[in-house]
Each structure stands twice: as C-alpha cells, then as structure tokens.
C-alpha cells in the first residue's frame, strides 16, 4: 500500500511563484517585462541574423525601409537596423555594469538617513 506524500516546495520555488503572479496579475509590470526580454533577446541574438558591420559604409545612401535594410539606411549608406541592434547591445552592457557601482554607491551615500531602516548597511 502506498502512502500519498505531500511535499512542500522549496522557498526558491514559492519565491519564483510568487513572481509569476505579481507578473501576471500586474499589466503595466508584465508589459515592461515584456519590453526589457525583447530588448535583451535583441541584444543577445541580433548579431546573428543581422551580422553586417554597423559602420560599414555602401552606396545604398538614404535608402526606405526595403528587404535589404529593414529599416532603411543614413546619409552615408550604413544600416539603420544594424546600428540600432549594436547599440542596445551597448546601452544594456553599460546599465548592466553600472548597476552594482550605484547601488553600492547608494547604500554607502552620506545620506543614508533617507533610506529605509531595512536597507542601513551598517554604522559610519
């Protein structure tokens, strides 16, 4: 005779759990999510479908938008589309390595008076 055994999930799982819903219950939070997953998936896997050299010049100058360039080219021929995929490459990169350096910088500020006792880091 076997004996159901209840488990309990592990608090990693409630935790992610409880993620999902405050997600999926809140509109205006899954839809930024939405927006912050496009842009790194962009930044992740947009050289490979877009491997041309961003600063690479052509005489296609001012072109529209066509099958060639998706989003057109500049006064100088280069791709509209693959500028912009380097540069959310670049943009992300940036707030991603700046993030750890102002937080640190946040919490150790003169001015910790102003933030919560719970985020107090310790006595200067």
Do not use: E, Y
Request: charged residues 10%.
């Amino acid at each position: 005779m076997l004996i159901p055994t209840t488990t309990t999930p592990s608090p990693a799982m409630l935790r992610l759990r409880d993620l999902w819903r405050l997600v999926t219950l809140n509109r205006k939070m899954g839809f930024g999510l939405a927006i912050l997953t496009f842009f790194v998936l962009v930044a992740i896997f947009g050289p490979l479908f877009f491997p041309q050299d961003p600063n690479a010049f052509s005489q296609d100058v001012l072109q529209p938008p066509s099958a060639a360039h998706l989003l057109g080219t500049t006064q100088t021929g280069q791709d509209v589309l693959t500028q912009v995929v380097v540069g959310t490459r670049i943009s992300l990169l940036k707030r991603f390595h700046c993030l750890p350096i102002s937080s640190w910088c946040c919490l150790r500020c003169p001015w910790r008076s102003c933030l919560p006792p719970s985020l107090h880091t310790g006595d200067h």
